[in-house]
C-alpha cells in the first residue's frame, strides 16, 4: 500500500498550504509598496470568523499610518524591532480588549444574561488576552492569505504603548505586527520545526 503524503490529506490544495504555511515567513524587511484599507478590511472580514470562546472576540486593532503615529511608537519597541518597525508598510497594534463583554447581547444572544455575568467575571481580561492571542494567529494567516508576509513582534514597552495611544484603558497589549511585501532581505534562515512523534501523544 503507498503512504499518503500529509498534504494529501488536507482539504487546501499544495499551493494554498504553502502560501499560508510552508513557504510562508516571518517578515524582518518590506518593500515600500503600500498596504491598504481595502487589504486590512478583507483581511478582518476573513478572520473574524475563527472560533473565539463565546464568540467573544475580544481582538482590537490600531493602524499606525501616519509618520507622527510611527514616530511615538518606535521608542516604545525593543532596539532590535525599532528599524523595522519604522519602515514597514503598516504596523498594527493587537490588543485584547476586556470590556468585550459588552458586545455579549449581539454575539451571544442566545444567553440573555452574558454580559452582566461576564461583567462581574473576575477572569474577564485573563478571557480577552488568551481568546485575542488566538485571533493573532488567525491574523497572521489572514495577512497570508493576502499574500502579504506578517511581523508579528512581542518585544516592546507595552505599559508606555497603552499610556501613549489607548490611555482610556481596558485594552492590554498583546502584539504589534508590521505587515507588507516581503523584501529581498526579509528572510532570516528558517529554523526546524518539531516532529509529529515530539508533539503528538496518543493515549
Given at each position: 500500500?503507498?503512504?499518503?503524503?500529509?498534504?494529501?490529506?488536507l482539504?487546501?490544495?499544495?499551493?494554498?498550504?504553502?502560501?499560508?504555511?510552508r513557504?510562508?515567513?516571518?517578515?524582518?524587511a518590506?518593500?515600500?509598496e503600500p498596504?491598504s484599507?481595502?487589504?486590512?478590511?478583507?483581511?478582518?472580514?476573513?478572520?473574524?470568523?475563527?472560533?473565539?470562546?463565546?464568540?467573544?472576540?475580544?481582538?482590537?486593532?490600531?493602524?499606525?499610518?501616519?509618520?507622527?503615529?510611527?514616530?511615538?511608537?518606535?521608542?516604545?519597541?525593543?532596539?532590535?524591532?525599532?528599524?523595522?518597525?519604522?519602515?514597514?508598510?503598516?504596523?498594527?497594534?493587537?490588543?485584547?480588549?476586556?470590556?468585550?463583554?459588552?458586545?455579549?447581547?449581539?454575539?451571544f444572544?442566545?444567553?440573555p444574561?452574558?454580559?452582566?455575568?461576564?461583567?462581574?467575571n473576575?477572569?474577564?481580561?485573563?478571557?480577552?488576552?488568551?481568546?485575542a492571542?488566538?485571533q493573532?494567529?488567525?491574523?497572521?494567516?489572514?495577512?497570508?492569505?493576502?499574500?502579504?508576509?506578517?511581523?508579528?513582534m512581542?518585544?516592546?514597552?507595552?505599559?508606555?504603548?497603552?499610556?501613549?495611544?489607548?490611555?482610556?484603558?481596558?485594552q492590554?497589549?498583546?502584539a504589534?505586527?508590521?505587515?507588507?511585501?516581503?523584501?529581498?532581505?526579509?528572510?532570516?534562515?528558517?529554523?526546524?520545526?518539531l516532529?509529529y512523534?515530539?508533539?503528538?501523544?496518543?493515549?
Amino acid at each position: 500500500m503507498t503512504a499518503t503524503a500529509p498534504e494529501d490529506v488536507l482539504a487546501l490544495d499544495p499551493a494554498t498550504q504553502d502560501l499560508l504555511f510552508r513557504e510562508a515567513r516571518t517578515a524582518n524587511a518590506f518593500t515600500d509598496e503600500p498596504v491598504s484599507d481595502a487589504q486590512v478590511r478583507a483581511i478582518h472580514e476573513l478572520v473574524k470568523w475563527g472560533p473565539t470562546a463565546m464568540n467573544t472576540q475580544p481582538l482590537r486593532l490600531l493602524a499606525v499610518r501616519s509618520p507622527e503615529a510611527r514616530e511615538r511608537l518606535v521608542p516604545l519597541m525593543n532596539e532590535g524591532n525599532r528599524a523595522k518597525t519604522a519602515t514597514a508598510p503598516l504596523v498594527l497594534v493587537v490588543t485584547a480588549d476586556s470590556g468585550f463583554h459588552e458586545h455579549l447581547p449581539t454575539v451571544f444572544p442566545h444567553k440573555p444574561d452574558a454580559r452582566e455575568q461576564m461583567a462581574a467575571n473576575p477572569g474577564r481580561a485573563a478571557m480577552a488576552r488568551f481568546n485575542a492571542s488566538i485571533q493573532l494567529g488567525y491574523l497572521i494567516v489572514g495577512i497570508r492569505a493576502a499574500g502579504l508576509a506578517a511581523g508579528p513582534m512581542s518585544g516592546f514597552d507595552a505599559e508606555g504603548i497603552k499610556k501613549e495611544f489607548l490611555p482610556d484603558g481596558g485594552q492590554d497589549v498583546v502584539a504589534v505586527v508590521n505587515i507588507g511585501r516581503p523584501g529581498p532581505d526579509a528572510w532570516l534562515p528558517r529554523n526546524p520545526r518539531l516532529d509529529y512523534d515530539q508533539v503528538v501523544t496518543t493515549i
